[in-house]
């Protein structure tokens, strides 16, 4: 099924934003795979969240969210499904939250805006004073 986001905002159009939830298996534990980046979002400046992006106008959103992962990690992933939509700690921004499965965890950064990968549990996410407050309750609520 083809599905798309526009990501073209206009004055006073809602933002999206697509994200891939990546996992591994630690023994009795899941890792979901988190970035952080070196732009200025103010008081979220450095916080983790899941990769992910905006979808080029047209472009599907599979094809865009394995597009961000490997501009920005450098693995291809497989999309899955959706998981959610929600609201972000943005205004006026839709975050959708996909599945993925990635074929390595050999990071390799790509994108000179990440500053940092770290693998997290659910527990370590929610507990966490720098990961994005959305990721928490996308978290709380979905995984």
Not at 63 to 82: C, P, Q, S, T, Y
Not at 100 to 122: H, P, Y
Request: net charge negative; hydrophobic share 35%.
């Amino acid at each position: 099924m083809r599905k798309e986001v526009n990501s073209n905002k206009e004055k006073g159009d809602t933002d999206r934003v697509i994200v891939g939830i990546v996992s591994r298996d630690r023994g009795e534990k899941l890792e979901y795979l988190l970035v952080s980046s070196m732009k200025d979002y103010g008081e979220f400046t450095g916080f983790y969240y899941p990769p992910g992006g905006h979808v080029k106008e047209g472009e599907d959103i599979r094809i865009a969210l394995a597009r961000e992962f490997k501009e920005e990690l450098g693995i291809d992933v497989e999309v899955g499904r959706e998981i959610a939509e929600t609201g972000g700690d943005v205004k006026k921004q839709i975050t959708h939250w996909w599945s993925c499965t990635a074929s390595s965890f050999d990071l390799n950064i790509q994108d000179e805006a990440i500053v940092g990968t770290k693998w997290m549990t659910k527990e370590e996410i929610v507990k966490s004073d720098k990961v994005w407050p959305a990721t928490k309750k996308f978290f709380v609520e979905h995984i």
